[in-house]
């Protein structure tokens, strides 16, 4: 029915104040440089869970775990998502789905049963493209924060930096382009390289600079 690359069978950081297991859906057209999944890419890469192995975890699971998010890879690549989500919520679970926003159309019709999206800013608008290595991705990814924006569904914008993706005047550029939007709520990832956090330390007071139009703003380290 659907392709998952991998799974967390229980994770307390994936889907804000639940006790969740993450699915990792195979395939991404996108080609970020920093992408922390890189054997998800392939949309048709040999995968070793079942759906219905799953169902059968998850249901072993119920009343253990509120929530179960969607990630991967872009898990709105797969056109099975929806009927996925709607067998897993009938099992009594919030669902929770990490995007980058790609597939804006889908996603708009996946916003009515989803409780909570983490979405993917890659970077300011005119700089997407270099990111990515997508065309058109920036459109589309502003169009899919509209629509996160428009549902009223609980959210978080997250974007994974270091100053060899675009210097810092880029990201003080993105942090007012989402402000502008009518972005509440973001979180700036530091990237990672070869596994360890680059060496480049963000220092007081550029944090409270960039957080300061925002609800809420967290800086991670990784």
Request: with cysteine; aromatic share 8%; hydrophobic share 40%.
């Amino acid at each position: 029915m659907i392709r998952v690359g991998g799974m967390t069978p229980l994770t307390t950081i994936d889907f804000p104040g639940r006790l969740s297991a993450v699915l990792f859906l195979q395939g991404c057209p996108w080609r970020c440089n920093y992408c922390h999944n890189p054997h998800l890419l392939p949309a048709r890469a040999e995968t070793h869970l079942e759906w219905t192995s799953v169902l059968a975890f998850l249901r072993r699971r119920q009343g253990l775990l509120d929530g179960v998010v969607f990630s991967g890879g872009e898990p709105t690549l797969q056109p099975s998502l929806l009927p996925a989500i709607t067998q897993v919520r009938g099992l009594g679970y919030q669902i929770g789905l990490h995007t980058g926003g790609m597939y804006p159309a889908r996603l708009r019709t996946l916003l009515p049963q989803l409780d909570w999206v983490g979405l993917d800013i890659k970077a300011p608008l005119h700089l997407y493209d270099s990111v990515t290595h997508g065309h058109g991705s920036g459109r589309k990814a502003a169009l899919a924060l509209r629509h996160v924006l428009d549902s009223g569904v609980a959210y978080e914008c997250r974007t994974t930096w270091h100053p060899g993706l675009f210097p810092e005047t880029e990201l003080r550029r993105l942090a007012d382009e989402l402000a502008q939007a009518g972005v509440r709520h973001w979180a700036l990832q530091a990237c990672r390289v070869d596994g360890q956090p680059h060496p480049h330390r963000m220092t007081p007071p550029e944090l409270p600079r960039l957080g300061k139009a925002f609800e809420t703003f967290t800086f991670r380290r990784g």
